[in-house]
């Protein structure tokens, strides 16, 4: 997630967050409807973080490294458990369980075990 905040001449403040296309990073895009409809459901936990908390807290906890894990965890939750993720690409699921690890989870606990070819 990207986050920018600026105030213009008049006082007026503009909120923006960028998505990052991070879950495809093989790619660079996709075109898999509910891998892109997850990815928003990540940033929309993010923003109703910033709703329920506030910008100032938010910010100061996403700004050290350990709270930054934390809210990446609770937008990663938010993902894994929206209908969407089920239909998501396999390489997408890869792509949020490997971003999963790297920020702080040991266990997947849900994956989806695919059968053997049959020969
Ligand atoms: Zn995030």
Redesign the pocket.
């Known amino acids: 997630?990207n986050l920018t905040q600026k105030t213009d001449f008049f006082g007026i403040t503009e909120m923006k967050i960028g998505v990052k296309l991070l879950f495809n990073k093989w790619e660079g895009y996709s075109d898999n409807a509910n891998d892109i409809i997850n990815m928003f459901e990540?940033e929309n936990k993010?923003y109703s973080d910033i709703k329920e908390m506030g910008l100032n807290k938010f910010l100061k906890i996403f700004n050290t490294a350990h709270g930054k894990k934390y809210l990446?965890r609770r937008?990663i939750e938010k993902m894994i458990n929206h209908e969407s993720f089920d239909k998501c690409s396999d390489r997408y699921k890869l792509g949020v369980y490997k971003y999963a690890v790297e920020n702080g989870y040991g266990i997947i606990s849900k994956v989806k075990i695919k059968q053997l070819p049959l020969k």
């Open positions: 997630m990540h993010h990446e937008a």
